[in-house]
C-alpha cells in the first residue's frame, strides 16, 4: 500500500488532484478550512491507493508526497 502525505495548509482546494486520481479517493473536505481558508484535499481511502501519483504531478503546490 501507497502512503500519502498531504501538506494540508498548502492547498489551495483547486481539486486537480482529485480530477487526476484513477481510484476516486480523493476529495475536497467539505468541513475543514486549513490556515488560506481553503477546503484542502483529503483522502477517503488510503488502502485503495494504487501509489501512481498522478495527484502529485498534477498538483500545482506540490501537496502531496506519495511513498511506494
Ligand atoms: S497516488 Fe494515484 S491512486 Fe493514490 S491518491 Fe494519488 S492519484 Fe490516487
Ligand atoms: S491539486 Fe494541490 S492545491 Fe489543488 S486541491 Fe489538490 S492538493 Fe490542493
Request: aromatic share 2%; glycine share 8%; net charge negative.
Amino acid at each position: 500500500m501507497a502512503k500519502l502525505t498531504i501538506r494540508t495548509d498548502s492547498c489551495k482546494g483547486c481539486g486537480l488532484c482529485v480530477d487526476a486520481c484513477p481510484k476516486k479517493i480523493l476529495r475536497l473536505s467539505e468541513t475543514a478550512l486549513n490556515v488560506g481558508g481553503y477546503h484542502p484535499v483529503e483522502v477517503t481511502d488510503e488502502s485503495q491507493c494504487i501509489g501512481c501519483a498522478s495527484c502529485a504531478v498534477r498538483c500545482p503546490d506540490v501537496v502531496i508526497e506519495v511513498e511506494r
